[in-house]
């Protein structure tokens, strides 16, 4: 069976291989697009030849066929958090035996409604716990969690204000016909 500690020693040597192109590599453009589907309203996300599945619970006329968007969010933040501690592992020769992230937050359903105007709609109280297993000292997870912390790009997504830019492009609406 292979083991974390077998998995970061083959991570090293791609870490090691990255850091002679990173110099010279160029700007990556990584795209999502995101499609409606019809009768259910579910989401389809397609990222490269990958896709997921988004939904909502009933409350929201869904089907409950994957994860509300909020939801998805958390699981990327985790997800990022998690593989920017084996990169940073990695990086430092550091031996894992294991990592495990959970994320949680808050949304109000009264935000937006009258009397709530001014309750965000977007989930709130963001935190993430950490549990690893490791023969490191402290002071060597301290530092790991803190490499983490400095490069994992969806946290610094979250916690730095972006700018980002939208726009509508109108495209013929269908005939009641072939809309059924």
Partial sequence: MSTLR???????????????????????TPTAKVSAEGRSGVRRIRIRDHQVLSDSGQDYAGYDLGPSSPELQLGVLGSCVTHIFLIQAA???????????????????????????????????????????????????????????????????LTNPQTITATVVRVPAQSEESAR
């Fill in 91 to 157: 990086a430092a020769d550091l031996v894992l035996d294991s990592v495990e992230v959970e994320v949680t937050a808050t949304i109000d359903p009264k935000a937006g409604t009258p009397g709530f105007e001014d309750v965000p709609p977007s989930p709130q109280n963001i935190s993430y716990t950490v549990q690893i297993g490791s023969p490191a000292t402290d002071e060597e997870i301290d530092a790991l969690f803190a490499a983490v912390e400095r490069a994992c790009p969806i946290l610094n997504l």
């Fill in 6 to 28: 077998e998995y970061l020693a083959q991570k090293r040597l791609a870490w090691l291989s990255k850091q002679d192109t990173i110099a010279t590599a160029d700007v990556i």
